[in-house]
Nanobody, 124 residues
């Protein structure tokens, strides 16, 4: 069982930056590939970024590639999402998730554990 708690959301102007953090409980954090998803009002939950267990490989949605960076610190049981050059269309609730493995990391169904989400609002 893994419990995930996101933090770092807030209100920022377009062009600004935010860094989201996701703290995980438990002693096996390093065994889980991790992902970030986001959901805007009235829309489906969309893939944002993912990272493998060791952090050696990362994946990004086309809409955030070059602006967002996912990273992890297994010693701190934490995964991060650095968001730069933010746009109003990035406004959403951002969720981190942990996968027990198996399947493509850009699909929500491969993730078994989810955080409660943190709101990111980008004003124009």
């Amino acid at each position: 069982q893994v419990q995930l708690v996101e933090s770092g959301g807030g209100l920022v102007q377009a062009g600004g930056s935010l860094r989201l953090s996701c703290a995980a409980s438990g002693h096996t954090f390093s065994s889980y590939p991790m992902g970030w998803f986001r959901q805007a009002p009235g829309k489906e939950r969309d893939f944002v970024a993912a990272i493998t267990r060791s952090g050696s490989t990362t994946y990004y949605a086309d809409s955030v590639k070059g602006r967002f960076t996912i990273s992890r610190d297994n010693a701190k049981n934490t995964v991060y999402l650095q968001m730069n050059s933010l746009k109003p269309e990035d406004t959403a609730v951002y969720y981190c998730a942990a996968s027990s493995g198996g399947g493509s990391l850009n699909y929500a169904y491969v993730y078994d554990y989810w955080g409660q989400g943190t709101q990111v609002t980008v004003s124009s």
